[in-house]
């Protein structure tokens, strides 16, 4: 079985999805005669054409409109938009109407829309390329927001994105997109949406993570017995494993990149207190990055949450 890197393993998803499907079309800017800036799309134009692999102006909100009146009509757009801080120009078009079009037409029409952005630091670019702003989407009702952490999780995850019949954030962080390969199925395979993986198994405490930020936490754990769950799907997330493991270590931490104020680590730190608060043996713990806007790239490193942090957390934890 072939290995891939996670750009490696989107473009297979991408293509396998376009062979399959007529309806689905991808579009955004330079996504198809560069191969988008990732060179995530590389490729896709060559074997499927301008009709299909479609080179946008820079226009994020033209993009997502224009995709979303693709889908009203049938089609399955994917739109990239090359850097998640760059969504933020097209949030009308997604909160007022991509995630309200269901709603608006009692049913009759549906957005089986994906829009594919990097996000996170990692790669230390300029300003609006290494923000993690997934709650602002999370908190619009019938938008789904899907974050893979692996090659494989990203190629399974995209195909389930792609056939879902509602508006799809699928959020790729930079820092791994050429970090780590393993093993990537050609041919079909889908994981579902809103369910989440038991990355390893533990008793003491449950550190929950997604994205880049589950391998900075697998580093942490070292010597720990810690079950560590990675979320994949933030909305709807896996209500049920979260709450199972949490009954079982007592002890909680949170892990993610965002800012901590408002971030979606406080939507499950309020999930556990409501539904297991005589389960836990310690204040749940977050470790985030700060409430600041991202830093420039020498201070990026600074501002995410490192190993050594994630371990004064898991030490806080077990003081009670």
């Not at 989107?10 to 396998?16: D, H």
């Not at 195909?159 to 050429?178: H, N, Q």
């Not at 009954?247 to 499950?268: D, S, W, Y």
């Amino acid at each position: 079985m072939p290995k891939f890197n996670m750009v490696q393993a989107i473009n297979l998803a991408l293509r396998e999805e376009l062979q399959r499907d007529k309806d689905v079309i991808v579009l955004g800017e330079d996504v198809g005669i560069d191969g988008g800036v990732f060179r995530v799309t590389e490729g896709l134009l060559q074997q499927f054409g301008p009709e299909r692999i479609v080179d946008t102006p820079l226009a994020e909100s033209g993009i997502i409109g224009v995709s979303v009146g693709m889908a009203a009509y049938g089609l399955k757009p994917v739109a990239e938009i090359q850097f998640m801080g760059f969504t933020y120009a097209a949030v009308d078009q997604i909160y007022s109407h991509a995630a309200r079009i269901r709603s608006r037409s009692r049913g009759r029409y549906g957005c089986p829309l994906v829009i594919r952005t990097p996000y996170g630091a990692g790669i230390k670019p300029p300003e609006l390329h290494s923000e993690s702003a997934e709650a602002l989407f999370c908190h619009m009702p019938g938008v789904k927001v899907v974050v893979p952490s692996s090659p494989y999780n990203a190629k399974g995850l995209l195909l389930s994105s792609i056939r879902d019949p509602d508006p799809v954030i699928f959020l790729e962080a930079t820092r791994l997109y050429r970090l780590i390969k393993e093993e990537v199925p050609e041919g079909e395979y889908t994981i579902p949406l809103g369910k989440a993986r038991i990355v390893q198994e533990g008793n003491d405490i449950t550190v929950i993570a997604w994205g880049s930020m589950l391998h900075r936490t697998l580093q942490a754990v070292d010597g720990v017995d810690a079950e560590v769950l990675d979320l994949m799907t933030l909305r709807p997330f896996d209500e049920e494993t979260v709450l199972k493991s949490v009954k079982k270590t007592g002890r909680v931490v949170i892990v993610h990149e965002a800012p901590k104020t408002c971030g979606f680590g406080a939507e499950l730190s309020a999930t556990i207190a409501e539904y297991a608060m005589l389960y836990l043996k310690a204040p749940i713990m977050r470790v985030t990055g700060y409430d600041a806007v991202m830093p420039l790239a020498r201070l990026e490193e600074y501002f995410i949450p490192s190993a050594d942090r994630i371990k004064e957390a898991f030490g806080e934890a077990m003081k009670y």
